[in-house]
Structure formats: structure tokens, C-alpha cells
């Protein structure tokens, strides 16, 4: 088969938007331009890559097939660029990271610190929530994966990095708002705002209840941690998030943290790999950058 990278890249594009339109304008070229690649590439397949249905179009059998193929390449020559630099000794190439939702509040200050030490290092970063992240950690989608618990399930090997205390929250015009010492029990009298199964904060939220006997009512359930602030701050309920997703409103005083027994829950960021996985030069400075610095660069970012 004849194709060229040229034409996988055209192709992935395609298959990523599914539009030959949308895949022009990512690669500043003209539809037509795509179209006859696309065409030629089948050529060499013999097979249609994508059907038309009405207006839309889809990945045949073929496309399917090699749009998988082409992330394979695509990894591998990622792979192999970092490789080479290291055989002359840069640090330069891709660094891919999966994060937990939470590690959306502090991770891009840690990026940013690295990026200034490390210019040549192209930084690809993706958020899930944690069972998604379990599963590419399993898969080894990824250089690192950032987590608030190491899975005991997987032969992992983990470092914490940074402190994750997880709080108790109101709208700082909650009746509980000022009050000290509330049992824990007392806050089952409240609508409690949970993240969605799945959810990293969610499981330690519900062990610590398992663990004090306490019989958890998910209330209500809102599928991301800005949801969750926003209604806590229109007074719809409370909950329990990491601080480190609250710092903008503790600082604007819309939010409370709320005094209450067993909280702050103690608990950690955790930079993780398997432990078979041979981690690149880039991995490795990226790991040490953050074992070193992390602490330091998210105190000052919320002093
Ligand atoms: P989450 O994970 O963003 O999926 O809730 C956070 C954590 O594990 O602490």
C-alpha cells in the first residue's frame, strides 16, 4: 500500500470531525485539497473510508479499522521522536498526562512553571474522572496520571506530591455557615451536592461516611465540581470538595468551610505509572519537577 503520513494525518482529521470541511479549516487547506487525498488514499485501500448518509458521513468498516491504525502510528512516531532526543541528550518531545477533573484547579499553575524550565517539551494534557482515568492508567495511555488515591488493584508505583484536604462547604449565607463543631450527622438534615459516581471525591466521601457508620443520601447529584460550586452558592445545598477547587470563592468570601467533625479529610495528589512502564527523560524531569516543586508553586499561586 502506497499512503503517505500526509494522507493518514488528512484522514485522522477527517475521522476526528467527522467533516471534510472542519478537517480543511484544522489543517488550513481547502476542502477539495482533502477530498482528492482522501480519494487517492482509498485508491491504495480499495475500499470506501467514509459513507454518506443524508448530510452526514460516517467511518465505514475500512475507516474504522484505520483510524485505529493510524493512533497506533501516531504514538509510535510520537515515541520515537522523544526516544531520539534523548539519544541526544534534550529534553524535548511530548509529554501526555491524564489528570482527575479536581487537578484541573492546580495542575495547569505546575504546567506553566514547567514550561518556562522546559520550552521544548510539548505538553498534552487530558482530564477524566477517576474510574476514566483508572482505565487509561490500565491501559498505559499515558507518561503519568495525576490521582487523589493510588488503585490498590494495580501494580502501580505512586508519589505523592501535594496535600488534598477535602472540606465540608456552604454558601457563606448558610445558617451553618459560622457555626463550630457541627456533628457529622447533623449534615444529613441538609440537601448534600454529589459529584458523579465515578468521581474520585466522591468515593473518599463516601468511605469516610462508611467508616463513621453514617448512612450516605446522595441528595443530588451534579456531574462536575463547577456545577457543584454553583449551586452551593445559590444556596441549593452543600457539600464536600478539595480546597484546592475553592480558593477564588474562600478568597471572595461567597463560600464557607464548614467546621465539621471528621473534616478536613486528610489526603493526597498522587503521580502515578505502572510499575513496569519505562518512563522517558521528559516523564522522569516532568516527575521530579513536580515532586520538587509542586507544594511550592501552589502555596504561592493562593497566597
Ligand atoms: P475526581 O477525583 O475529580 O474524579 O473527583 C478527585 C480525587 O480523586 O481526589
Request: glycine letters at 4%; hydrophobic letters at 40%; charged letters at 20%.
Amino acid at each position: 500500500m502506497n499512503m503517505t503520513l500526509r494522507q493518514l494525518t488528512l484522514f485522522q482529521a477527517v475521522a476526528q470531525h467527522l467533516s471534510f470541511t472542519r478537517a480543511a479549516i484544522e489543517l488550513s487547506l481547502t476542502q477539495p485539497a482533502v477530498s482528492i487525498q482522501i480519494k487517492q488514499l482509498e485508491g491504495h485501500i480499495g475500499m470506501p473510508l467514509f459513507e454518506q448518509i443524508g448530510k452526514r458521513i460516517f467511518l465505514t468498516d475500512a475507516g474504522h479499522q484505520l483510524y485505529k491504525a493510524c493512533e497506533d502510528i501516531f504514538e509510535r512516531l510520537g515515541s520515537l521522536e522523544t526516544s531520539l532526543n534523548e539519544l541526544q541528550g534534550s529534553i524535548k518531545g511530548q509529554l501526555k498526562i491524564s489528570i482527575v477533573t479536581t487537578a484541573t484547579y492546580f495542575i495547569p499553575k505546575i504546567f506553566q512553571a514547567f514550561a518556562r524550565a522546559y520550552p521544548e517539551v510539548s505538553l498534552r494534557l487530558n482530564v477524566y474522572n477517576r474510574i476514566k482515568v483508572l482505565e487509561r492508567l490500565t491501559n498505559n495511555k499515558d507518561d503519568l496520571v495525576i490521582m487523589g488515591q493510588a488503585p490498590e488493584h494495580l501494580n502501580v508505583t505512586a508519589h505523592s506530591f501535594l496535600n488534598n484536604p477535602l472540606v465540608v462547604i456552604a454558601s457563606s449565607q448558610h445558617q451553618l455557615a459560622n457555626k463550630s463543631n457541627i456533628p457529622l450527622p447533623r449534615l444529613l438534615q441538609e440537601n448534600i451536592l454529589m459529584r458523579e459516581v465515578g468521581s474520585g471525591t466522591r468515593l473518599a466521601i463516601e468511605n469516610n461516611f462508611v467508616k463513621n457508620n453514617i448512612e450516605t443520601q446522595t441528595t443530588i447529584e451534579l456531574g462536575s465540581t463547577e456545577a457543584i460550586k454553583q449551586g452551593v452558592l445559590t444556596n441549593m445545598g452543600i457539600s464536600i470538595l478539595s480546597k484546592h477547587a475553592i480558593y477564588f470563592e474562600l478568597a471572595a468570601k461567597k463560600i464557607n468551610i464548614l467546621d465539621v467533625n471528621t473534616f478536613p479529610l486528610k489526603r493526597d495528589w498522587y503521580v502515578t505509572h505502572l510499575t513496569e512502564k519505562k518512563l522517558s527523560l521528559v516523564a522522569k524531569t516532568f516527575l521530579e519537577f513536580l515532586l520538587t516543586n509542586s507544594q511550592k508553586i501552589v502555596e504561592q499561586s493562593t497566597l
